[in-house]
């Protein structure tokens, strides 16, 4: 089945837009010496990573490495002091630091974009810092390309990098920092935009971390494929073990690692523990890293001014962004339409199919947002040789904070240039909440801003579910997890519906019940449901 049908089909289920009514489907058959010369194009990338165990180490903060990033994609532009000079805009991803993830034991900058511009003896007159959330290498990139296209600047510099696994180290050492700067002039700080990712019901019964939710909606899957645990596990192992072995083989992986097996990264042992059903730590984004990377654009002019050979450029064919609903109003616990919707839409605006791409990066916090876009919408297997993923994924290559795709997109930039044809890249925020997807190539194309309203206007027209607040009855559970601290069960949620077909949320009643989530199956289990006067709780009926 085609990307076409797969789209259609999944339409005709309520769970995605129609890609094919998305407007125009076009050709790029474009030349580089005939483009508008206020075309924005990608002449540079770079990356770095700081590893404890390598020697030399410094212990850098997130700006250092940033900055460092930064001078990688200078150079790699080939004419570093010439584009230097003519950067006027700046944006940056926000560290986990700014988006209250991590915490600052050193301090950090006030204006973490001019921090990282005083290192690269710059001086923007925009400095942008942008929202909370993996989609943002994406939607920064965009709005520095659209500064770019209406003559605002004739080059800008997008960065970001983290500094987790450094802060953590030192302080495990007793060792001490000064991070904190202090930068004059202003920045434009687009807020956090975290509002509306996780209702207040949700927050209540625990649904308060990234390996709650995403387990909830992987358990959600699992149940409507109808698949043990133990064959759902090796299938999760299956489509990360092939991101493993590229993250083996990353220069600028977060640390050192071998290639796993399925079932290496499928099986609860010592060193991979149960975080939450069905995730061991070998299936979670990992934070402990010190990483950055950064992209240089120009316009087409201007590159062409300073000697940077056009088949060093490469293009934005099509980007979009879609939002999804928050999660406990969601009509399908599984689904990720407004992830599924982007990449149908970015695919189409470029006017490709996916016999037409190279390259493939799939965002990989965890299993289920590979699992909806790369498997169940476009049909690829774990296995395709293209692979899913350049630069590794983010339990293996490194889960660099809202910076991740910005690597991705690095990546992808490096190996168009010898691979040729067509890179897709998807940015996952949130609890799969924000969705944003780009189509890379060194084929010429006019700029084309980034797709929003259009694809958001009919994800909206969908209605919410309104789950109940104070639940008494019956019900049977559709999804649940359990929460282990250090291995052991702390706390189980379960989402199902009631007998009168209201969704419910609640947590388990007792230790009894607790005990019986961890160790057994409960999809479809009949439960009873009651408010305690702060959330509901649910015991299982035999």
């Known amino acids: 089945m085609g990307l076409a049908q797969v789209a259609k089909a999944r339409f005709d289920r309520g769970l995605l837009i129609d890609p094919l009514k998305q407007g125009r489907i076009r050709m790029n058959a474009y030349d580089a010496a ?14 770095s990573v700081e590893r404890i165990e390598d020697p030399g180490y410094l212990g850098l903060c997130a700006a250092d490495l940033a900055a460092r990033a930064a001078e990688a994609a200078f150079d790699d532009c080939g004419a570093s002091e010439r584009v230097r000079s003519t950067i006027r805009v700046i944006g940056a991803v926000r560290t986990f630091e700014d988006s209250m993830a991590a915490p600052s034991p050193f301090g950090k900058p006030d204006k973490f974009p001019l921090a990282v511009a005083r290192r690269l003896r710059m001086s923007p007159t925009r400095a942008v810092l942008e929202k909370v959330g993996g989609q943002s290498p994406v939607t920064i990139l965009m709005e520095m390309g659209d500064r770019i296209a209406a003559g605002e600047t004739d080059a800008a510099l997008v960065f970001g ?20 700067e202090t930068d004059q002039g202003t920045i434009e700080d687009r807020g956090m935009g975290m509002k509306g990712l996780l209702s207040p019901l949700a927050l209540a019964h625990g649904i308060n971390a990234p390996a709650i939710a995403y387990a909830l909606m992987e358990n959600a899957r699992r149940a409507r494929l109808g ?24 220069p600028y992986s977060s640390a050192a690692s071998e290639p796993l097996s399925a079932d290496e990264i499928a099986t609860p042992s010592l060193r991979n523990r149960l975080v939450t059903d069905p995730y061991t730590i070998k299936m979670v984004s990992r934070d402990q890293v010190n990483q950055g990377a950064a992209v240089l654009l120009m ?30 109003a969601r ?7 407004a992830a599924q919707a982007a990449i149908a839409a970015a695919l189409a605006h470029a006017g490709i199919t996916l016999d037409h791409c190279s390259v493939f990066d799939f965002y990989s916090c965890f299993p289920i947002p590979v699992f909806n876009t790369a498997i169940d919408l476009l049909g690829l297997s774990a296995d395709d040789p293209r692979g899913l993923t350049v630069t590794g994924g983010l339990p293996y290559f490194g889960g660099a904070g809202n910076n991740y795709s910005m690597h991705a997109i690095a990546g992808a930039v490096e190996r168009l240039r010898s691979l040729r044809g067509y890179g897709l890249v998807g940015a996952n925020g949130g ?60 706390t189980a949620i379960a989402i199902g519906q009631m007998d009168d077909g209201q969704r419910f949320v609640a947590n388990a009643a007792d230790e009894v019940t607790l005990a019986r989530a961890a160790g057994e199956d409960l999809i479809k289990a009949a439960v009873a449901l009651t408010f305690d006067g702060q959330r509901n709780r649910f015991t299982l009926i035999d």
């Open 227 to 250: 698949q043990s645990i133990a064959d759902y596990a090796q299938a999760m192992g299956a489509l990360f073990a092939p991101f493993s072995r590229v993250a083996a083989a990353n």
């Open 331 to 337: 009509p399908a616990l599984d689904a990720y339409p």
């Open 34 to 47: 005939t483009l508008d010369p206020r075309t924005p194009v990608i002449v540079g990338v770079g990356q």
């Open 431 to 490: 609890y799969q909440s924000k969705y944003a997807a780009m189509v890379l190539s060194s084929a010429p194309t006019p700029w084309h801003p980034l797709e929003h309203a259009a694809i958001q206007a009919q994800l909206d027209a969908v209605p919410d579910v309104v789950p109940v607040a104070q639940a008494a009855g019956t019900g049977r559970i559709e999804t649940y997890t359990v929460w282990r601290a250090k291995g052991v069960p702390a």
């Open 299 to 328: 316009s087409a002019g201007a590159a062409r001014a300073a000697g940077i050979a056009s088949d060093r450029w490469t293009f934005v064919h099509a980007a979009t962004l879609a939002h999804e609903k928050e999660m406990l």
């Open 161 to 180: 990098a983290e500094a987790i696994s450094n802060t953590r180290h030192l302080t495990a050492r007793r060792e001490t920092r000064d991070w904190a």
